[in-house]
């Protein structure tokens, strides 16, 4: 972790009733399984994974979803599964009430990894 913020991103997980801390808890393991060795800042009162210093993506909850921020656009195939789950532009919401698609998040920290390593 760092910064030094774990504690603000663990509250700020706990700040959440069970059911969306749940999601929120394994939206983070999920990101952590997909890229180790990525860390977490909290910035903008919200959790963000950074790889080496450029962020893969924030997190923020809210009251019936999570949105990922910003999630620029994908390859076709990875975006077109994204399509109906996007907000804006730059944003994906996760609905709490449907199934997380965690295989997805998956996908997109490692299209996200791919594109930063690209850039170096």
């Avoid at 801390?21 to 950074?50: N, Q, W």
């Avoid at 944003?91 to 997380?100: A, D, F, G, N, W």
């Amino acid at each position: 972790m760092t910064d030094g913020k774990l504690a603000d991103i663990d509250r700020y997980i706990a700040s959440f009733p069970p059911d969306a801390a749940f999601i929120l808890e394994r939206l983070r393991e999920t990101v952590h399984a997909a890229a180790p060795g990525i860390t977490e800042s909290f910035k903008y009162d919200m959790p963000v994974f950074l790889w080496g210093d450029s962020h893969v993506f924030y997190v923020g909850g809210w009251k019936k979803h999570v949105g990922l921020y910003p999630v620029y656009p994908q390859a076709p195939d990875l975006e077109a599964e994204l399509a109906p789950l996007r907000a804006g532009k730059d944003t994906v919401r996760l609905v709490y009430s449907k199934p997380i698609p965690y295989p997805l998040v998956t996908r997109l920290v490692k299209a996200r990894i791919k594109e930063l390593k690209a850039r170096r």
